[in-house]
């Protein structure tokens, strides 16, 4: 799957409310999404500005075959991070935070 379509993919779940979030510690640092300090609009604008290079895939720790996507992209002089993967129709968010 391209950026492009990665990047459409997780804009449409954010917009349409198809999203989850995956239990971590210190949950309130470091998903403001799934705190509610951040909605799932501001959260897609965030993902809109980015372009490919400030995308990365890795391997999820828990499991392998997933795909992690992570997205780093400046907002406001204020780098933000954003961590997660697909679980079709369900995009499923680790981390969303600055």
Same mark, same amino acid.
């Given at each position: 799957?391209?950026?492009?379509?990665?990047?459409?993919? #997780?804009?449409?779940?954010?917009?349409?409310?198809?999203?989850?979030?995956?239990?971590?510690?210190?949950?309130?640092?470091?998903?403001?999404? +799934?705190?509610?300090?951040?909605?799932? %609009?501001?959260?897609?604008?965030?993902?809109?500005?980015? +372009?490919?290079?400030?995308?990365?895939?890795?391997?999820?720790? %828990?499991?392998?075959s997933?795909?992690?996507?992570?997205?780093? #992209?400046m907002?406001?002089?204020?780098?933000?991070?954003?961590?997660?993967?697909?679980?079709?129709?369900? +995009?499923? %968010?680790i981390? #969303?935070?600055?």
């Amino acid at each position: 799957m391209s950026f492009r379509e990665i990047k459409w993919k #997780v804009i449409e779940c954010l917009k349409n409310g198809n999203i989850e979030f995956e239990a971590r510690r210190e949950i309130q640092l470091k998903n403001l999404l +799934s705190t509610g300090d951040i909605s799932p %609009f501001e959260v897609a604008a965030l993902i809109g500005r980015a +372009s490919g290079d400030n995308h990365q895939v890795r391997p999820h720790h %828990f499991d392998s075959s997933i795909d992690v996507h992570i997205i780093t #992209v400046m907002r406001a002089g204020t780098e933000w991070y954003i961590k997660w993967y697909f679980t079709d129709p369900i +995009s499923v %968010f680790i981390s #969303v935070h600055h």
